[in-house]
T-cell receptor, first 113, second 115 residues
Framework: GESVGLHLPTLSVQEGDNSIINCAYS??????FIWYKQESGKGPQFIID?????DKRQGQRVTVLLNKTVKHLSLQIAATQPGDSAVYFC????????????FGGGTRLMVKP | DGGITQSPKYLFRKEGQNVTLSCEQN?????MYWYRQDPGQGLRLIYY???????QKGDIAEGYSVSREKKESFPLTVTSAQKNPTAFYLC??????????????FGEGSRLTVL
């Protein structure tokens, strides 16, 4: 995942628009990926996951795309709502790494009414 | 309701003091984890436990200690040896010890501030 130091990248979208949040990962052996949503002052919540044998997975209003060639993961949120405002993290795990989930630095999504 | 409970939510500590953060889960999950989160950054793994009476160091274990005497409980002690303890601490659990088979469930976090 990306390390962004003290300042999170921020994506600002209008309510009702679609949002795309991107994540680059560095470990080509990673085979399981998860997106988490973290609201201010709370713990992260699971949104959607994808395994490396897939390139797309859809949930309710969310889609995750995986491009293993360029080691890139994206989260698409359809019809973004104010309640979607949060920090979004991608996380990756290598099959042989046991419980060592590696988190990216996060992207802050701000939804304008 | 099932879930993970962390306490206290906010904690202030003087330099040189040890503090213990509580984490309890009633999800009957095998594995439990402690992460540290600093402002604007991702989560870093401190310790994890796959089974009672066993735990493993994560990426940043120095200055921390844990115990897993019961399946439901995984307390974290931040010792005086931790040089920069001010952070947001997150406890999590997973149904199986292997991350590839399920998601992490997180608590609400404990914010520790060293005065």
């Amino acid at each position: 995942g990306e390390s962004v130091g003290l300042h999170l990248p921020t994506l600002s979208v209008q309510e009702g628009d679609n949002s795309i949040i991107n994540c680059a990962y560095s470990n080509s052996a990673s085979d399981y990926f998860i997106w988490y949503k973290q609201e201010s002052g709370k713990g992260p919540q699971f949104i959607i996951d994808i395994r490396s044998n897939m390139d797309k997975r859809q949930g309710q209003r969310v889609t995750v795309l995986l491009n293993k060639t360029v080691k890139h993961l994206s989260l698409q949120i359809a019809a973004t709502q104010p309640g979607d405002s949060a920090v979004y993290f991608c996380a990756e795990i290598e099959g042989n790494a046991g419980n060592m989930l590696t988190f990216g630095g996060g992207t802050r999504l701000m939804v304008k009414p | 309701d099932g879930g993970i409970t962390q306490s206290p939510k906010y904690l202030f500590r003087k330099e040189g003091q040890n503090v213990t953060l509580s984490c309890e889960q009633n999800l009957n999950h095998d594995a439990m984890y402690w992460y540290r989160q600093d402002p604007g950054q991702g989560l870093r793994l401190i310790y994890y436990s796959q089974i009672v009476n066993d735990f493993q160091k994560g990426d940043i274990a120095e200055g921390y200690s844990v115990s897993r005497e019961k399946k439901e409980s995984f307390p974290l002690t931040v010792t005086s040896a931790q040089k920069n303890p001010t952070a947001f601490y997150l406890c999590a659990s997973s149904i199986f010890a292997s991350m590839n088979t399920g998601e992490l469930f997180f608590g609400e976090g404990s914010r520790l501030t060293v005065l």
